[in-house]
């Protein structure tokens, strides 16, 4: 049977799948961005004109701060002059020494050799001219029992602290040096007499040894205490990650405004939306051109500031000893695609409100203003990436961006501050959706930023895609900043911090989620899937309740054995007395009320919203496994911290749990059946905990042992594929 061809095939057309046409698109969008000479000037001329004349600023810095050479001196600071006194004569003991042996030159051949004739000096050379090295005839003396005080506040470069002498050697000195780290004065003061110490103890022990009866000890030990300080002074290399980002957000102004607000001005915008693709296609193709430009400018910004830094020697001058290591170049840049991601969707958002170029324009630069207060945090000294500061957008990626220059990220604090950046990337490019889905989009005078909040007229059955990721992005920095305050109670019985720790659940998990429910004007019904469910999968779900947890601590161990593990053994260590302290406690509270607090209110509320809300939106847009594996991602992400460390492990089970309990909500049509099975795991838990001793009794002890009885394991498994059968069988409800 012949089949009868489509006008498309009797003109010739080539079917393209609806992401070839994005991609298409995306390349064209791209084409005519790069072919604009200003977004070239942004790219490519404004980095390389940008850098060199930052480093010559940073080095004209560095040059006048520093004291002239006529007029430098380094203090020592001590309880007693005559402490000094006995130190700056072993010093020039050492400092003999070194001329002596040929190790040092003498002051006029420095002078020659760092002053050639007819030779340009470079800029390392010119930094080092700025802090020369110490001199002995200007190293003076202060004199204070304080000596902590006298070199945090900058009076002494150094201070020495001798201890007790040995009375049967009273020509023997021990002392501590002590200095900040962070001081180029102080390192190098350390330095200078560290060095010259040594050479007087070899001095000293040449001429004990000439000597007859003379032993080869050391006569001089000393140790260096540098000092750990809270309120470290603002260093130049806190400026990088915040020009990193104004340069990255720079490029992404043109094309956001030229891809939305010029297209609308030009009259091209109509033709586009008139193609053969879903406006969600033609609105991804201009966020991926806009989000190339973004990424190109940051990597040609990461590229001609390493460069920079490299070639005029201030590589180790601004970041520490080390320099920038290229791990740490990757790192940065991967924290830039996060804020190239977040922003562009934020600036597509906000130039679909204008009717015209210079309208856009009006519209963007209150918004990077308003992105320079969070960006110049980086800058205040002693400021922590933690707590509330995590979470806040643009604040958290330039604190990330500093730790990281400094080596001093902290594992939790950087995973929060990188997924609520991706959360709130997702939610903002769920906004500009619902915006350039709309006619505003077309017609600029016709929308508003009203409409963004406006609530629906009429009841809606199933919340949107970009209702779910604005929940999203309220909900997770919503939990870090209640659990946060949670884990600070010190005060109160367990039994009241159980109970503030399930109001806290429910008012994240349940009164939130209500809350944009009621103003979505949603159907609760329908879009939590509250829908009545078959009977057979309620046993099912009940049955897999009872027998997953063995196949989650065997995914445990597998994964500690692939080394896909973030506890060490000194984590596990901090985490192991607390954990039992915590189930000790919990001892003294009445079973049912751990049952409701940690195991019934927690299945409740989290299936309300993870399965409920959020797996129905994404089935809107996504086959049903896709909405299933990204809502059991979330729910494993959610599960991340433990005792405030960063745990994989459990990510990983708490992810295979979301799976299983996905596919029964999106089998069985409701909610019920998947909280039944979340409240019986979480119960069984929390029952072998309490009962541990007894059922250790019976030979059994699932906490010391690498791998579960295969008995237990062959007894789970048959009561997990009954249940799952059970579940499989039982019909889907319809909705209503």
């Avoid at 750990?228 to 990650?241: C, H, M, Y």
């Avoid at 500009?432 to 016709?446: P, R, T």
């Avoid at 059955?461 to 884990?487: D, E, K």
């Avoid at 059946?673 to 002890?701: C, T, Y």
Wanted: hydrophobic share 50%; net charge neutral; charged share 15%.
């Amino acid at each position: 049977m012949s089949v009868e061809p489509t006008p498309a095939d009797k003109l010739g057309v080539v079917r393209q799948s609806w992401v070839t046409r994005v991609v298409r698109l995306t390349r064209k969008e791209l084409r005519e961005t790069l072919r604009d000479r200003r977004t070239i000037v942004t790219l490519v001329l404004m980095p390389l004109l940008l850098y060199p004349i930052i480093s010559v600023v940073f080095q004209q810095f560095m040059l006048l701060s520093a004291p002239a050479d006529s007029a430098m001196h380094w203090t020592i600071a001590a309880s007693d002059e005559s402490e000094v006194l006995e130190l700056m004569q072993r010093v020039k003991l050492g400092d003999s020494w070194l001329r002596e042996t040929g190790e040092i030159k003498s002051a006029a051949e420095n002078v020659e050799t760092t002053k050639p004739s007819g030779s340009v000096p470079s800029a390392t050379s010119l930094l080092q001219q700025a802090l020369p090295e110490p001199q002995l005839d200007r190293i003076q003396g202060v004199y204070d029992s304080d000596l902590l005080a006298l070199v945090n506040g900058g009076v002494a470069d150094v201070a020495i602290r001798v201890h007790q002498r040995d009375e049967d050697d009273p020509q023997r000195l021990d002392f501590d040096l002590i200095y900040l780290p962070k001081s180029s004065y102080g390192r190098d003061l350390a330095k200078f007499i560290d060095r010259r110490l040594r050479a007087a103890n070899d001095a000293l022990l040449y001429r004990e040894l000439k000597i007859l009866g003379g032993d080869d000890r050391p006569r001089i030990s000393w140790s260096h205490q540098p000092i750990r300080t809270d309120d470290e002074t603002v260093q130049i290399a806190s400026l990088i990650p915040l020009i990193l980002i104004l340069m990255t957000m720079t490029g992404a102004v043109y094309p956001a405004i030229d891809l939305t607000a010029g297209e609308r001005e030009r009259g091209t915008l109509e033709a586009l939306m008139a193609a053969p693709v879903p406006r969600l296609g033609l609105l991804l193709a201009k966020y991926f051109a806009v989000l190339f430009v973004a990424l190109m400018t940051a990597v040609i910004n990461l590229t001609a500031m390493t460069i920079t830094l490299q070639a005029s020697g201030l590589s180790k001058l601004l970041l520490g000893p080390h320099g920038l290591p290229i791990s740490t170049v990757f790192a940065v840049l991967g924290l830039l695609l996060l804020f190239a991601a977040f922003f562009s969707a934020v600036m597509l958002t906000v130039t679909s409100f204008a009717r015209s170029f210079k309208e856009a324009q009006a519209y963007l630069i209150p918004l990077v203003l308003l992105s320079l207060a969070p960006g110049f945090l980086s800058l205040l000294p002693g400021l922590k990436l933690e707590g509330v500061l995590a979470i806040t957008p643009l604040a958290n990626i330039v604190l990330l961006s500093r730790d990281l220059l400094q080596n001093r990220a902290e594992p939790i604090a950087a995973a929060t501050a990188v997924i609520t950046t991706v959360l709130y990337a997702l939610a903002a490019l769920a906004f500009a959706a619902k915006i350039f889905g709309s006619d505003a989009v077309l017609y600029g005078s016709q929308g508003s930023w009203a409409d963004l909040m406006r609530r629906p007229s009429e009841p809606q059955p199933l919340p949107t895609l970009a209702q779910a990721a604005t929940a999203v992005a309220i909900i997770y920095p919503s939990y870090f900043v209640v659990n946060g305050l949670l884990g600070q109670m010190t005060t109160g019985t367990m039994q009241q911090k159980l109970t503030w720790s399930a109001a806290g659940l429910g008012f994240v998990f349940f009164l939130i989620p209500l809350g944009l429910s009621l103003w979505q004007h949603l159907r609760l019904t329908t879009a939590w899937q509250l829908r009545i469910p078959s009977p057979l999968a309620v046993i099912g779900a009940g049955l897999l309740g009872l027998s997953l947890w063995p196949f989650a601590h065997e995914l445990v161990v597998l994964a500690q054995h692939l080394g896909i593990s973030t506890l060490s053994s000194a984590d596990l260590a901090k985490l192991i007395p607390g954990v039992e302290k915590f189930i000790e406690q919990l001892q003294q509270v009445p079973f049912a009320f751990v049952l409701i607090s940690m195991a019934i209110m927690p299945a409740i509320c989290e299936e309300l919203f993870f399965r409920g809300y959020l797996q129905n939106a994404l089935q809107q847009k996504l086959p049903y496994w896709g909405a299933i594996l990204i809502s059991a991602a979330l729910f494993g992400v959610f599960h991340l911290s433990v005792g405030g460390l960063a745990v994989l492990e459990r990510v990983i089970s708490s992810a295979m749990l979301g799976l299983v309990l996905g596919w029964i909500c999106w089998r069985s049509g409701s909610v019920w059946p998947g909280m039944l099975l979340h409240m019986v795991h979480n119960g069984l838990l929390m029952a072998m905990a309490r009962w541990k001793s007894d059922i250790q009794k019976f030979g059994f002890d699932p906490e010391n042992e690498s791998h579960l009885p295969g008995q237990l394991l062959a007894v789970a498994a048959v009561m997990a594929i009954v249940g799952a059968a059970l579940v499989f069988v039982g019909k889907r409800k319809a909705s209503p």
